[in-house]
Nanobody, 130 residues
Framework: QVQLVESGGGSVQAGGSLRLSCTASGYTVSSNCMGWVRQAPGKEREGVASFCARDYFPLYTYYDDSVKGRFTISRDNAKNAVDLQLTSLKPEDTAMYYC????????????????????WGQGTQVTVSS
C-alpha cells in the first residue's frame, strides 16, 4: 500500500521561504515519477513541480512557469522522500500543497498533470501574507 506523508507547511510573509517534505512508503522514489500539486481556495489543482527518476538517476524535472526560479524539487533517496523548497514566496502561492506519485513505471517528459497521478498525500497548508 502506497502512503505519502507531507510535512513542513506553515505561514510566512511575502519573500520568505519554506521547505516541504514528503516521505513515501510502499513506493520507490528513486525509480519513479513524483511531484507537488497545489490547490488554492476556489481554484482547481495545478501541478507545481515534478520529476522522473530511474535507478537513482534523474531523468526529467519540470516546473510550472509561475514557480520557475523560486521553487526547487529534490529527492532524498536515503529517506525515500521528495522535498520542495519554496523561496521568494508570494501571496498567490497560498494553497494546500499535495505530494503525489504516478503509477510505477510511468514516464513523463513534461510537467505531470494532477489527473495523471495515482497516489496522493493528505496535503500541507502554505499561507503567504503580504
Amino acid at each position: 500500500q502506497v502512503q505519502l506523508v507531507e510535512s513542513g507547511g506553515g505561514s510566512v510573509q511575502a519573500g520568505g521561504s519554506l521547505r516541504l517534505s514528503c516521505t513515501a512508503s510502499g513506493y520507490t522514489v528513486s525509480s519513479n515519477c513524483m511531484g507537488w500539486v497545489r490547490q488554492a481556495p476556489g481554484k482547481e489543482r495545478e501541478g507545481v513541480a515534478s520529476f522522473c527518476a530511474r535507478d537513482y538517476f534523474p531523468l526529467y524535472t519540470y516546473y510550472d512557469d509561475s514557480v520557475k526560479g523560486r521553487f526547487t524539487i529534490s529527492r532524498d533517496n536515503a529517506k525515500n522522500a521528495v522535498d520542495l523548497q519554496l523561496t521568494s514566496l508570494k501571496p498567490e502561492d497560498t494553497a494546500m500543497y499535495y505530494c503525489a506519485a504516478a503509477r510505477t513505471g510511468a514516464r513523463f517528459n513534461r510537467l505531470i498533470r494532477p489527473d495523471e497521478y495515482n497516489y496522493w498525500g493528505q496535503g500541507t497548508q502554505v499561507t503567504v501574507s503580504s
